[in-house]
């Protein structure tokens, strides 16, 4: 057996009265890669911040190679070869890419080596393609997440921990970094990937460990442990969302019927977006009807961002004509930065989308009765896990930010629901929640335009399809109605607007 | 019967802000103490001196605390109300002095006017000069994102020497002689708002004003867009399909509309005319006003009285016990340190809170 070079043992961590961890247990080897699953609110997030000396557990041991060890910050993580790929980027949007790379490594690299050279060694070694001139503002999520990685690379860890990385990524490289995982387990570091998608976590994990609810339930070699146990294991008796884990649409899953013809809802022709920076929508024409779910998959940075502020009336186009209905629904990508006021409470962010319904003001006079009730309802309805409706939006877990999101914008009785991103970072259960109510919905005669950048959503949930790229929309054919053929629609011009962005800069990159 | 519910949860942190604002003026007073020591200055007869002069009896409570507030409320207004917009408005001291030239130059022109229409036409031109003198910074700001925290700052120099060439030039009083205007008409002066002192009806202004800002911030659906702004202009627009430009573009030339009302009060008022220094830095002071009073307009009052009496007293204790007048900017400057100081501990404590809450994620 490979020799343990991490253990936790009955790590425990509060936050006020709110117990996130409640004696989780890890182990991880040498030469393993090593999946982390869980519900959201199980202690992923925790775990791997306790682990990066982030947050300092309440009780339990740390032992790395052995000996127990206090890991008060990140710098001494480090000193542990603990290397940290975060969730949400930590990355200095105005820096260049090189700038990025080599912050903080003053003392990390052999010496004698500069920075430029080991980038460029790294990357040829794994891989990871990104342009190392342009700021790191000018790139999409995909290129910042290998940046990320390279960043966590460059520093040589023995214990490298990922979390959610793949969420980003199109299938092509989901699989290279699956391959660059396993090579780097394979040159004898502990390899850990914190993920909620199952297949995911299968297809390159060697052992697994489950959380839920703050406790490790379930340790297995992944060979060991069948999907459904796993997903048990996950959810304990919760709801099961064969979509949000990764299993394929569910067997009575036929997506929604065709659109009705006499009940267009939206109709886009030959829309443009142009900002100071280029192109990012082209000669959009897309046309959606009430009762349809339209999917749109794409790799970030393609002008689906865009194209759903066009759809949701946020954004004005260029060029073009744009009709839609006078109610509209919008799930934006960002929950917490443009779906909620972190500082707002649950009736106030219930407000930010009803308060100009007539029902809620009269005359300049906000009806805060009837939005309070409206708060209330929604967080009774959906299960919004909040003490009351006075809770801050930003004291809320994402998935209950979401609830209230999903929740609000259903509440506007619209004609069109625009939903970006709707579940990404959300656990199972969130996930599932999200999916049901974008097809219920859809029963009912709403039209929805889904963007996502998750493959197994669009497919699972759409009717019709279409791939963006490179700010132009392509129908998918029912023949390339696969996660290959999507794929390859997806990457076509991926490449474009990073080249087309280092054209606009010209001489800067001489 | 909901709505109390809400609006309880939203007093406790009026409540916490006015804990913190005292803890900030105890801190403030001892260092001041610490200080006064080490000048070789007896701190008690200074304290005394400065506790006497801000509330020794009625008259002196309401004759020079309160009517030294009043310019501080009103300005204090302007900035909570443009901070809460989340636009950094540091101009409202070159706002002021736009507002009480023009209320001046109104005051001497529209002498043949009666009262009743002379002193609203004051009053008006204040606010209308105050806010043209916040449409440049605004323009600017919107037009071509360049910063309102420089653009104000740099408007307050143009608005102070203005008025200092107003007072030498065209509307110095008629001998010539003094750097001042001459006096308005009698018609265009505030009446008293208490008989046989000097508390004019400007503080009836500020505290109508405190209280109509006090109802639109929490009742009006202008109001709500204002904080959602201030909070978030993302999830405003995004969410909210607030036009932030025009949040904005209104908080900003309303804050500069009431720190010209500032100015036009003052005039009108107390001094009745113009002079080169009649600001001791008001618009300055107003940002520690707004922010002690964590920028809730009703809390405004409360802050602008606490520094009024601090004005009074550090007058009083220049004259009776001989401190220096310097030493009143120090504490002033302290105290705006402390405030600062404590409110982003509050925050941070509040954010801790709302990590908490939230668990894992």
């Known amino acids: ?510 | 019967m909901a709505d109390v519910q809400a609006q309880s949860v939203r007093s406790v942190g009026a409540l916490e802000s006015i804990l913190t604002g005292a803890v900030a003026v105890a801190l403030t007073l001892l260092t001041g103490a610490v200080l006064l020591l080490l000048g070789g200055f007896d701190p008690i007869a200074a304290g005394g001196a400065m506790i006497g002069g801000a509330f020794g009896g009625w008259n002196t409570f309401v004759s020079i605390t309160l009517v030294r507030s009043i310019p501080l409320i009103l300005t204090g207004l302007a900035v909570a109300l443009a901070f809460r917009a989340g636009v950094w408005n540091i101009g409202a001291e070159g706002q002021l002095y736009a507002g009480a030239i023009a209320a001046v130059w109104v005051g001497i022109r529209g002498g043949a006017l009666p009262a009743p229409l002379l002193v609203p036409a004051v009053l008006m031109s204040a606010g209308v000069a105050g806010a043209l003198w916040a449409l440049v910074p605004t323009l600017m700001h919107l037009r071509l994102g360049v910063g309102e925290v420089i653009t104000t700052i740099l408007m307050n120099f143009v608005g102070i020497y203005l008025a200092a060439y107003m007072v030498h030039g065209p509307l110095q009083e008629a001998r010539g002689v003094f750097p001042q205007t001459g006096p308005i008409a009698e018609a265009a002066r505030l009446p008293m708002l208490l008989p046989g002192s000097r508390l004019h009806w400007g503080f009836g202004v500020a505290l109508l004003l405190a209280a109509a800002l006090a109802v639109v911030v929490r009742r009006t659906r202008f109001g709500f867009e204002l904080r959602a702004v201030g909070a978030s202009p993302e999830a405003a627009a995004v969410s909210g399909r607030i036009d932030t430009s025009r949040v904005l573009l209104v908080s900003f030339l309303g804050s500069g509309a009431i720190a010209g009302l500032a100015g036009g009060v003052e005039i009108s008022g107390l001094t009745h005319a113009l002079y080169e220094d009649l600001s001791p830095g008001w618009g300055y002071t107003a940002i520690a006003v707004a922010l002690l009073a964590g920028l809730n307009p009703a809390g405004v009052v409360v802050t602008g009285v606490l520094f009024g009496a601090l004005q009074a007293g550090a007058g009083a204790m220049q004259r009776d016990a001989g401190i220096p007048a310097a030493w009143v900017g120090v504490v002033e400057a302290l105290v705006i340190l402390a405030v600062l100081a404590i409110d982003r501990i509050r925050r941070r404590a509040g954010a801790l809170r709302a990590a908490g809450a939230r668990g894992d994620e």
């Open chain 1, 1 to 510: 057996m490979n020799p343990t070079l991490v253990r936790l043992r009955g790590v425990e961590r509060r936050f006020g009265s709110v117990v996130a961890l409640a004696g989780a247990e890890l182990e991880l080897r040498a030469g393993e890669v090593h999946g982390v699953l869980g519900a959201n609110g199980a202690g992923k997030s925790t775990l791997f911040n306790v682990l990066g000396g982030l947050l300092r557990p309440d009780g339990g041991t740390i032992e790395v190679d052995g000996r127990p060890v206090v890991l008060t910050s990140p710098r001494d993580a480090w000193a542990h070869g603990i290397g940290l790929v975060h969730q949400h980027f930590t990355l200095v949007p105005t820096l260049t890419v090189s700038e990025n790379l080599a912050l903080g490594l003053r003392g990390a690299l052999e010496p004698g080596l500069s920075v430029q050279r080991a980038v460029r060694e790294l990357i040829e070694r794994t891989g990871l393609d990104v342009p190392l001139q342009p700021r790191v503002e000018e790139l999409g999520v995909g290129d910042r997440q290998r940046i990320e990685i390279l960043k966590a690379l460059l520093r040589d860890p023995r214990i490298l921990v990922l979390d959610e990385p793949t969420a980003v990524l199109t299938p092509d490289e989901i699989e290279r970094l699956f391959d660059l995982l396993r090579e780097l387990a394979g040159e004898g570091r502990a390899v850990t990937l914190v993920a909620h998608k199952l297949d995911d976590v299968l297809a390159v994990a060697d052992r697994v460990t489950v959380l839920r609810a703050g406790r490790t339930v379930l340790t297995a070699a992944s060979g060991e442990a069948d999907q459904s146990e796993l997903v048990r294991a996950m959810v304990g008796d919760g709801v099961v969302d064969t979509i949000a884990l990764g299993l394929g649409p569910p067997p009575s899953g036929a997506p929604p019927s065709a659109p009705h013809a006499e009940r267009w809802v939206v109709r886009l022709r030959g829309v443009d977006v142009e900002d100071e920076r280029g192109w990012r929508l082209h000669k959009v024409d897309l046309d959606v009807a009430g009762g349809e779910v339209v999917g749109v998959a794409g790799v970030e940075g393609n002008g689906q961002r865009e194209l759903a502020r066009v759809l949701a009336g946020r954004l004005e186009a260029t060029r073009g004509t744009v009709e839609l209905p006078e109610q509209i629904g919008f799930i934006p990508q960002n929950r917490s930065t443009e779906g909620l006021i972190g500082e707002f409470d649950l009736v106030e962010n219930v407000a930010l989308a009803l308060y100009r319904k007539p029902e809620f003001h009269s005359g300049p006079w906000l009806r805060w009765d009837g939005m309070k009730r409206v708060a209330e309802e929604i967080r009774s309805r959906y299960e919004v896990a909040a003490p009351s409706v006075a809770t801050l939006g930003g004291a809320l877990s994402g998935g209950n930010q979401q609830r209230v999101i999903v929740g609000r914008e259903l509440e506007m009785s619209a004609d069109l629901l625009v939903a970006e991103n709707p579940t990404r970072g959300l656990d199972v259960s969130a996930a599932a929640f999200v999916h049901d109510e974008l097809r219920r919905l859809a029963s009912e005669g709403v039209a929805i335009v889904l963007l996502s950048t998750d493959l197994d959503e669009v497919l699972a949930l759409s009717g019709r399809i279409f791939a963006i790229a490179a700010g132009t929309l392509r129908p998918v054919s029912s023949r390339a109605r696969d996660r290959a053929g999507i794929g390859a629609l997806m990457l076509r011009g991926e490449r474009r607007t990073a080249v087309d962005s280092a054209l606009e800069r010209g001489v800067d990159d001489g």
